[in-house]
């Protein structure tokens, strides 16, 4: 029982060090999104405080990032398509200005990796010269719903509190905020508030830890969560929020414990500064119980294998605790606190050289 | 793919797997840039609808291979009589069915099934209906399925008292279905509402849904579910907003306003202050001297008196 408890965390390293290379086939279904689960190996990486693992290949993996920017062609025609692609899975080629002169006809980015591309650059420390912002927040604006809730892709999809949250970090990490109209998306998370006080995926549908997260991060990422709520509205969502440990988190009443929601649930307690009323204890008793000893990594439940999210998210839920040898995370942007200071720092680069 | 239990393999069933992989990542490769080119030459036809169905039922999050199929259905609806049109219709919708068998939480699959739902040209919404049903009782908590039900609901235009007994049934079956009790929060109001009444649904319902949910959380205490709704129905009798009392100060200048709700004065949100028939400008801000959400403003007026 002693040696199930302890943190095995250079094991962690090897398990997301391992990800960037080779995944296993059950991974198969997310061909088209491997930005994403690149994020997650990256920044479980910097949490684990061990970016140095990556100084050979972090060069390798910028360029392989920006080889999945979606550029303007010459005419701008497909302006609105642009963002970051999740994969080269539609065959674009690798050499952006190849991938610009002969662009593919239904060639376009996914909200969820321009997100993650971004975040990954930053963690990456890259000063995001080779971002063509203007490009990338036109793509975000054309998919903003009437409703202000977002897209993921322009050709159409479903639209939900995800890809608001997507939408928040992009605008954020850009530093603006016109790839957005805020105060419909602010409107868009007030209308998706239920009869407990959480929030859902959108207007009618049921309270969840995922889309409350989502929710709360973005008007935190847009400085609005005061001005959205009042006092008492805010108290239930504690309420709800602190209501979802068992010895984990859950992320409905009733369902069971799952890994992920120490971060989701976790990050969101963290932003309305309610953390240390949930029980750290049993928290990091049920990730440990998740965390394999074998391969390293994380996963939703006890005895299963681990993945790359709950992996990643194990990791972050034990950051939240303060478990040593991990760094502290910003809990809206879902980052390291010191690849966010980057972040303020390219900010600042910014403004001196405009 | 999540929560696989972990099985041992020898290496012998390794090198077997390794193959298989082999040969399956081919077919995948081959298949996806066939369906491409196809795209490309705007080839909407059955095989286009093969090769992709091969890939999406085990590549559901495939979005560009699902919005594929919308153009080729897109293009059978300009070209194809009705009755094949339907027939081609009711095909997809066995296909989804089965995509959603494997995996009941796609989102990119239930959502196609919305559009072919809106695009054929004789829907059957009551077996989708059904279908709702069944998934919901694999798994009661699927919010995906109770999503669609909803958007069932809505555009087939299912009455809502049928929708209302049948959370009842589910809520009977099992207390614990905070889904359920999610639902009715919703179909309150629209079935028995009330104008008069400050929560907007009539209190002999009220009533009757506060014994309801009492025998809830007799039966088990410990189920956060029912306490919610509890507390919901409780919190249904709130004020309307109005003006509790108002104290001026001649000797500070200010006026101070307590309301019955908590509001937000702001630019947007602006109060008409009018003494002796004179509108007065003046900042307000509430006890701790912010703009934040409160049941208690304050305003400093230097001109209050100007006037009188």
């Avoid at chain 1, 036109?138 to 509190?161: H, I, T, W, Y």
């Avoid at chain 1, 935190?220 to 001005?227: D, F, P, Y």
């Avoid at chain 2, 995948?28 to 080839?43: D, G, I, L, S, V």
Wanted: charged residues 25%.
């Amino acid at each position: 029982m002693e040696e199930q408890m302890k943190f095995l965390h250079d094991k962690h390293v090897k398990f997301f060090q391992r990800i960037l290379q080779i995944l296993p086939s059950r991974y198969a279904t997310l061909d088209s999104n491997r930005m994403t689960i690149a994020f997650f190996a990256l920044s479980g990486i910097d949490v684990l405080d061990s970016l140095n693992v990556l100084d050979k290949d972090r060069d390798n993996i910028i360029e392989w990032i920006y080889s999945l920017q979606v550029l303007p062609n010459q005419t701008e025609s497909n302006l609105h398509r642009c963002g970051f692609r999740g994969s080269p899975a539609i065959g674009s080629f690798y050499d952006t200005e190849k991938a610009q002169k002969n662009s593919i006809k239904y060639d376009c980015g996914h909200i969820a990796d321009t997100y993650t591309a971004l975040s990954s650059l930053v963690i990456l420390g890259d000063d995001l010269s080779k971002l063509n912002k203007r490009a990338i927040s036109a793509g975000l604006r054309a998919l903003q719903q009437k409703d202000g809730s977002f897209c993921a892709v322009p050709e159409g999809s479903e639209n939900d509190m995800r890809f608001v949250f997507c939408a928040s970090c992009i605008c954020y990490i850009l530093n603006d905020w016109s790839g957005m109209d805020i105060d419909r998306a602010v409107e868009y998370i007030k209308k998706s508030v239920t009869y407990e006080g959480a929030i859902g995926q959108g207007p009618g549908l049921e309270a969840h830890g995922g889309p409350t997260f989502c929710a709360i991060a973005s008007l935190t990422l847009m400085g609005k969560l005061q001005s959205t709520f009042t006092q008492k509205e805010l108290k239930r969502l504690k309420r709800w929020c602190i209501f979802r440990q068992s010895s984990g988190f859950n992320g409905r009443p009733n369902k069971v414990v799952d890994t992920c929601y120490s971060f989701w649930v976790g990050a969101t307690l963290k932003i309305l500064e309610i953390f240390e009323l949930s029980d750290a204890e049993f928290n990091r008793g049920y990730i440990l119980e998740t965390q394999s000893d074998i391969t390293g990594g994380f996963a939703k439940w006890p005895q299963t294998s681990p993945d790359a999210l709950h992996a990643y998210f194990g990791i972050c839920g034990l950051s939240l605790l303060g478990e040593p040898g991990l760094i502290k995370l910003h809990p809206a942007l879902n980052i390291s606190q010191r690849a966010s200071d980057h972040l303020q720092y390219i900010h600042q680069q910014w403004k001196q050289n405009s | 793919m999540h929560g696989r239990l972990k099985v041992r393999t020898t290496a012998e069933q390794q090198e077997a797997k390794r193959k298989e992989r082999e040969k399956k990542q081919k077919i995948y490769t081959a298949a996806t840039q066939r369906t491409f080119q196809k795209r490309e030459n705007k080839e909407y036809d059955e095989e286009a609808l093969k090769i992709t169905g091969e890939i999406l039922s085990v590549n559901p999050d495939f979005y560009s291979l699902w919005n594929f199929r919308k153009e080729i259905f897109l293009h059978f609806k300009d070209v194809k009589p009705t009755e094949e049109l339907n027939k081609l219709f009711e095909e997809e919708l066995y296909f989804l069915e089965s995509c959603l068998k494997v995996n009941p939480k796609s989102y990119g699959t239930w959502h196609h099934r919305c559009f072919v739902m809106t695009t054929m040209p004789i829907p059957d919404w009551t077996r989708e209906l059904q279908l709702c049903n069944k998934f919901l009782e694999y798994d009661e908590r699927n919010f995906h399925c109770w999503d669609y039900r909803r958007f069932v609901v809505k555009t087939s235009n299912v009455p809502a008292k049928d929708e209302f007994d049948f959370t009842t049934a589910k809520i009977a079956s099992n207390f614990s279905n905070y889904s359920s009790w999610h639902y009715r929060s919703k179909l309150l109001p629209q079935l028995y509402p009330d104008s008069h009444h400050s929560s907007g649904v009539q209190e002999d319902i009220l009533l009757q849904e506060f014994e309801t949910v009492q025998n809830a959380f007799f039966t088990d205490p410990n189920d956060q579910s029912s306490w919610f709704y509890h507390r919901w129905l409780l919190g249904r009798g709130c004020r309307k907003l109005d003006i509790d009392s108002v104290y001026i100060s001649r000797h500070k200048s200010c006026i101070l306003v307590t309301f019955t709700k908590t509001l937000l004065i702001s630019r947007e949100n602006s109060i008409n202050l009018v003494i002796n028939g004179k509108d007065v400008e003046g900042e307000w801000l509430n006890q701790k001297q912010q703009a934040k959400y409160s049941t208690f403003w304050i305003s400093f007026c230097n001109n209050f008196w100007c006037s009188s």
